[in-house]
C-alpha cells in the first residue's frame, strides 16, 4: 500500500466554543488503565461525587476487588479542620496494610481536593519515601476543572515519565493503554517486521517499566496523549509523526512510519501484514454495506473523533458533516486531518446547546455522543452511537477493525429493524 495523497483538512478553519459541556472528567480513565496496570492502585481524594462517578462508571467491576478506590474528603477536611495530609497519611498506610500486591499507587486530584488546594504532589513524594522501595507513590490530577475523560490516561501516563529509568538504547516505546490482547497482537507484527526492542508505557507491572532517554522513539497508540507526549520529549525522547491505527489503512500507516525509523522498507510492512490487511478489510466491508454514503456527526468526547472519522470516511465511505473534538492538537492530528477529505466542520470544545441545534438542523444518520444526550436524541429520532464504548472496546490494529466498523453499524442495523417491525407492532395494538 502507497501513501495516499493528502487531500487535506489540517488548514480548514477550526471553530472554537466555549460553554457547557457534557463531558466525563478524567478519573474515569482510571477504570481501564487499573486492569491495564497490573499492580497498580488508585487512591482518588475526592468528594462522595467523585466516588459515585467512578462506582457508575465501572458498573459491575465495583464488586470484583477493584485497585481503586476514593478517600473521601469530610466536611471537617473541607474546613481545614482537621490535616487532611496526616489523614491522607493514615488512610494509604492501612490500604498498604491490607494489599500487599500494589506497587504503585496513584494519588489521584479531584475537583474538591484541587478547590481546597490540597497538595497531593507533596503527599505523593512524603508517602514514596516512606514507603519505598516495595511501593512507588505517584499523583496527577483527574479532576473535572483540569481534565475531560481520556485526559485522565493522559496525565496517568505523564506522571509516570519523570520516574522512568534513564536508557541509552534505541528502543521503541509504545505509548497508550492498549487491552493486553491487542498489545500482545502488536508486538507480535512489530516483531515480524523487524522493529525491535520495543517497550510499553503503561507496563503490565511495575518491574517491566521501560527507561527513556535520547535515543528513545516513540509512537502514540492514542490521540489523546499530548502531555505525555511533552513530558517524553522533554527526557529527550522522539515522537514518531503517524495517523493512529485504527482500520487497514490507519494501521498499515503507522506501521510503515515506525518501520522507517528503524530503517526498515515499506514493502517490508506490506509483505509481512498482507494476510492481516485482508482480513481486517474483509471484516470493514461487511459493516461498510450499512454505513456507506450515511451522515455522521461526532460530538467532543474523547480525542479520539478525528482519527475515527478519518477510518470511518476513507475505509467506510460515510460523510462526516461536523467532527467535534474537547481538544485539537494540531501536531499530533495533523497527519490524521491530511487525510480527511475537506468538507466536515471541525469543531474544538464545546457549547452544548449550539452544538444540538447544529445537530438537529443537520439531522446526520448518526450521531457519536456522550450518554447522557444519546437517549433524549435517539428519543427525537436520531441514531446515536455511545462514545464511551469506543474506549472500552478493543479496536486498534488489523484484528479488531471489522469490529470497530459494527460499533457504528450496529446502531444503524438496530434501528432499520426496528422501523420495519414498527407498523406490525402498531397493527397489533
Ligand atoms: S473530579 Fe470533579 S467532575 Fe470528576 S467526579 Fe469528582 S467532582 Fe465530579
Given at each position: 500500500?502507497?501513501?495516499?495523497?493528502?487531500?487535506?483538512?489540517?488548514?480548514?478553519?477550526?471553530?472554537?466554543?466555549?460553554?457547557?459541556?457534557?463531558?466525563?472528567?478524567?478519573?474515569?480513565g482510571i477504570i481501564w488503565l487499573h486492569r491495564k496496570m497490573q499492580d497498580a492502585?488508585?487512591?482518588?481524594?475526592?468528594?462522595?461525587?467523585?466516588?459515585?462517578?467512578?462506582?457508575?462508571?465501572?458498573?459491575?467491576?465495583?464488586?470484583?476487588?477493584?485497585r481503586?478506590?476514593?478517600?473521601?474528603?469530610?466536611?471537617?477536611?473541607?474546613?481545614?479542620?482537621?490535616?487532611?495530609?496526616?489523614?491522607?497519611?493514615?488512610?494509604?498506610?492501612?490500604?498498604?496494610?491490607?494489599?500487599?500486591?500494589?506497587r504503585r499507587?496513584?494519588?489521584?486530584?479531584?475537583?474538591?481536593?484541587?478547590?481546597?488546594?490540597?497538595?497531593?504532589?507533596?503527599?505523593?513524594?512524603?508517602?514514596?519515601?516512606?514507603?519505598?522501595?516495595?511501593?512507588?507513590?505517584?499523583?496527577?490530577?483527574?479532576?473535572?476543572?483540569?481534565?475531560?475523560?481520556t485526559?485522565?490516561e493522559d496525565?496517568c501516563l505523564?506522571?509516570m515519565v519523570?520516574?522512568l529509568?534513564?536508557?541509552?538504547?534505541?528502543e521503541l516505546l509504545l505509548v497508550g493503554a492498549l487491552p493486553d490482547v491487542v498489545e500482545d497482537q502488536t508486538l507480535g507484527l512489530l516483531d515480524a517486521i523487524g522493529v525491535t526492542p520495543v517497550r510499553c508505557l503503561p507496563a503490565r507491572r511495575a518491574a517491566e517499566a521501560p527507561g527513556v532517554?535520547?535515543?528513545t522513539v516513540f509512537a502514540l497508540t492514542q490521540p489523546f496523549l499530548?502531555?505525555t507526549s511533552?513530558?517524553l520529549?522533554?527526557?529527550?525522547a522522539?515522537r514518531i509523526?503517524a495517523p493512529f491505527p485504527f482500520g487497514a489503512?490507519g494501521t498499515t500507516?503507522w506501521l510503515?512510519a515506525v518501520a522507517?525509523?528503524f530503517?526498515?522498507?515499506?514493502?517490508?510492512v506490506?509483505?509481512v501484514t498482507?494476510?492481516p490487511?485482508?482480513r481486517a478489510?474483509?471484516?470493514?466491508?461487511?459493516?461498510?454495506?450499512?454505513?456507506?454514503?450515511?451522515?455522521?456527526?461526532?460530538?467532543?468526547?474523547s480525542?479520539l473523533?478525528?482519527p475515527?472519522?478519518?477510518?470511518?470516511?476513507?475505509?467506510?465511505?460515510?460523510?462526516?458533516?461536523?467532527?467535534?473534538?474537547?481538544?485539537?492538537?494540531?501536531?499530533?492530528?495533523?497527519?490524521?486531518?491530511?487525510?480527511?477529505?475537506?468538507?466536515?466542520?471541525?469543531?474544538?470544545?464545546?457549547?452544548?446547546?449550539?452544538?444540538?441545534?447544529?445537530?438537529?438542523?443537520?439531522?446526520?444518520?448518526?450521531?457519536?455522543?456522550?450518554?447522557?444526550?444519546?437517549?433524549?436524541?435517539?428519543?427525537?429520532?436520531?441514531?446515536?452511537?455511545?462514545?464511551?464504548?469506543l474506549v472500552f472496546t478493543p479496536i486498534h490494529f488489523y484484528e479488531q477493525a471489522g469490529d470497530l466498523?459494527?460499533?457504528?453499524?450496529?446502531?444503524?442495523?438496530?434501528?432499520?429493524?426496528?422501523?420495519?417491525?414498527?407498523?406490525?407492532?402498531?397493527?397489533?395494538?
Open positions: 500500500m502507497t501513501a495516499p495523497t493528502p487531500t487535506g483538512c489540517r488548514d480548514a478553519p477550526v471553530l472554537k466554543e466555549r460553554g457547557q459541556r457534557e463531558v466525563f472528567c478524567g478519573l474515569t492502585f488508585f487512591l482518588v481524594v475526592g468528594s462522595r461525587t467523585c466516588a459515585h462517578l467512578l462506582q457508575s462508571a465501572a458498573g459491575v467491576m465495583i464488586f470484583a476487588e477493584p481503586f478506590g476514593t478517600a473521601i474528603l469530610e466536611e471537617k477536611d473541607l474546613a481545614g479542620m482537621a490535616d487532611a495530609q496526616a489523614e491522607l497519611d493514615r488512610e494509604v498506610a492501612r490500604l498498604l496494610d491490607r494489599r500487599h500486591d500494589i499507587l496513584f494519588l489521584v486530584g479531584s475537583c474538591p481536593s484541587e478547590v481546597i488546594k490540597l497538595d497531593i504532589g507533596k503527599a505523593a513524594e512524603r508517602l514514596s519515601a516512606a514507603h519505598a522501595p516495595h511501593v512507588q507513590v505517584l499523583n496527577y490530577s483527574g479532576s473535572g476543572i483540569e481534565t475531560t475523560f485526559e485522565g496525565a505523564a506522571a519523570p520516574v529509568s534513564e536508557s541509552d538504547r534505541k532517554g535520547s535515543k499530548g502531555e511533552a513530558a520529549v522533554r527526557r529527550g522522539r509523526a489503512e500507516l510503515k522507517a525509523e530503517g526498515i522498507a515499506p514493502e517490508v506490506d509483505r498482507a494476510a490487511r485482508a478489510a474483509k471484516a470493514v466491508s461487511g459493516a461498510a454495506e450499512t454505513l456507506r454514503g450515511k451522515r455522521i456527526f461526532f460530538m467532543p468526547d480525542q473523533e478525528i475515527l472519522a478519518r477510518f470511518l470516511t476513507r475505509e467506510c465511505g460515510m460523510q462526516a458533516i461536523e467532527i467535534g473534538t474537547p481538544y485539537l492538537h494540531t501536531a499530533i492530528h495533523g497527519p490524521e486531518l491530511d487525510l480527511i477529505e475537506a468538507g466536515p466542520r471541525l469543531s474544538e470544545g464545546q457549547d452544548v446547546d449550539l452544538q444540538l441545534d447544529r445537530v438537529r438542523a443537520a439531522r446526520p444518520d448518526l450521531t457519536v455522543c456522550g450518554l447522557g444526550l444519546a437517549n433524549p436524541l435517539e428519543a427525537e429520532g436520531l441514531a446515536t452511537k455511545w462514545a464511551i464504548e466498523a459494527a460499533l457504528f453499524a450496529r446502531p444503524l442495523r438496530r434501528r432499520a429493524l426496528l422501523d420495519r417491525r414498527a407498523p406490525r407492532l402498531e397493527a397489533a395494538e
